[in-house]
């Protein structure tokens, strides 16, 4: 158990509609990192946040958007969704600091048809 | 040319024998180097870390980094039917270990 945990689960949209995933990081980690999995492929990095600010940002277009709130939860939000956005979807939850780790909830699977 | 290379696979190995997985970085500034274990449609599990050039050892896990040749590895021994899995190698940097770039894995089958 990572302490990271994701929600919902699984989630199955239309295309062109737009959907909220939540992350509630690890306690004690101030910085929550947003991936995109396709399956057969290694996560891609979408965004980072870091006190409740955007702290770098992946080869993703701006339909992706995110927040962190005072008590380092997140939400990723994706817009006008398309067929190539059904991945699972990973939160990691880390601290900004010499030689720390990320651990990962347990995924969003999102299927968009 | 990906940023994080890891070998094709599939790797299969008989329980028992070694497993060697391997992983290649383009990024010389890379600092942090880690190996998480993916079981089929279930999240990431961070198993081991390396900063420095050289072996790190935990239980049966040997992580290898060799910052010169931009080549980090992982050697599963002893490997037991419960390490099928995909590895996944992720390359970063010192401070910030939510920030990185992951290749495509290796998936591991071992046989009983």
């Known amino acids: 158990e990572t302490g990271v945990t994701q929600s919902p689960t699984h989630l199955i949209k239309t295309r062109g509609q737009q959907v909220t995933l939540r992350c509630s990081s690890q306690?004690?980690?101030?910085?929550v990192s947003w991936y995109q999995q396709a399956l057969g492929q290694g996560p891609q990095f979408i965004f980072q946040?870091?006190?409740?600010?955007?702290?770098g940002r992946g080869n993703f277009p701006p339909r992706f958007s995110g927040l962190q709130f005072p008590n380092y939860s997140s939400e990723l939000n994706v817009n006008a969704l398309e067929l190539d956005d059904s991945a699972l979807y990973l939160c990691?939850?880390?601290?900004?600091?010499?030689?720390?780790?990320?651990?990962f909830g347990q995924g969003t699977r999102l299927t968009v048809v | 040319q990906k940023e994080v290379e890891q070998n094709s696979g599939p790797l299969s190995v008989p329980e028992g024998a070694i497993a060697s997985l391997n992983c290649t970085y383009s990024d010389r500034g890379s600092q942090s180097f880690f190996w998480y274990r993916q079981y089929s449609g279930k999240s990431p599990e961070l198993i081991m870390f390396i900063y420095s050039n050289g072996d790190k050892e935990d239980g049966r896990f040997t992580a290898q980094l060799n910052k010169a040749s931009q080549y980090v590895s992982l050697l599963i021994r002893d490997s037991q039917p419960s390490d099928s899995a995909t590895y996944l190698c992720a390359v970063g940097g010192l401070t910030n270990a939510g920030k990185s770039t992951f290749g495509d894995g290796t998936t591991l089958t071992v046989k009983p």
């Open positions: 306690s004690g980690h101030n910085t």
């Open positions: 990691a939850s880390s601290l900004v600091g010499w030689g720390t780790e990320a651990f």
């Open positions: 946040y870091y006190r409740e600010e955007e702290n």
